[in-house]
């Protein structure tokens, strides 16, 4: 599996999970089984960006990407998931601004503060705290398989547990529902981990390039203006 074929998973577990918030029942069944499957996309996309960090010719283009395909995506976001924060393209802005900090800062206590202001400063941001925090882990774990495998790892925990906590906040949920929601929940980065780690051979696709390098800049936001309209005539 190369890099855009993997991309492309991430796009269509990412998809899912919109759909899920955009167009159906909160908490329905198929809503909860379209969401799980999303969980998919958050952690691969950070690890492919980390990656991406280390081979990119300019990080302030992939920046300035990374900005303008937000700040598209920002209302056709808010419209079709009903969320009052920023969306994942700022969460990955982040994460590239977290790693350039990392580089370019060498005091140790400066490099801790900066690190845990962007990191909260994620916090307004889908995904936020763990995604920018997951960037930090698998770019200093460098290229060590075992390391980087394990980093995933335990990612993918945080993961379950954080969605463990939020369950835990309702009076609703007993103690199997918030362990079947940890568990359920991390079922996605567990196979977004075995797609990285076992089947991604770590090139580049060699057909379309051009294409591939900006397909998913312009899905993000037409997917969701898509998503969007069809909430908007639903209601």
């Given at each position: ?208 390039p051009r294409f591939h390098k900006w397909f998913f800049y312009l899905y ?16």
């Open positions: 599996m190369n890099r855009e074929q993997l991309k492309m998973l991430a796009i269509v577990a990412m998809t899912c999970n919109h759909a899920a918030y955009a167009l159906l029942p909160a908490g329905s069944v198929y809503a909860r089984i379209l969401i799980y499957i999303g969980y998919f996309t958050a952690p691969v996309m950070c690890r492919l960006l980390v990656d991406g960090y280390r081979y990119t010719r300019s990080k302030k283009k992939y920046a300035l990407r990374l900005l303008i395909t937000g700040a598209a995506a920002q209302l056709p976001y808010m419209r079709a998931l009903g969320l009052l924060q920023l969306n994942f393209m700022f969460t990955l802005l982040v994460c590239l601004l977290l790693l350039m900090i990392l580089d370019a800062v060498r005091d140790p206590l400066g490099r801790i503060a900066a690190a845990a202001a962007l990191i909260g400063l994620s916090t307004f941001c889908d995904w936020g705290g763990i995604i920018p925090a997951a960037a930090a882990l698998f770019y200093l774990v460098g290229e060590n398989r075992k390391k980087q495998i394990q980093a995933y790892a335990a990612v993918t925990i945080l993961h379950g547990i954080s969605q463990m906590l939020v369950r835990a906040e309702s009076p609703l949920f007993s103690l199997t529902d918030i362990l079947a929601e940890g568990l359920f929940s991390m079922i996605g980065p567990a196979l977004g981990g075995i797609c990285l780690y076992v089947l991604y051979n770590g090139r580049r696709s060699e057909r379309f993000y936001p037409a997917h969701l203006a898509v998503l969007a309209l069809l909430r908007l005539s639903l209601s």
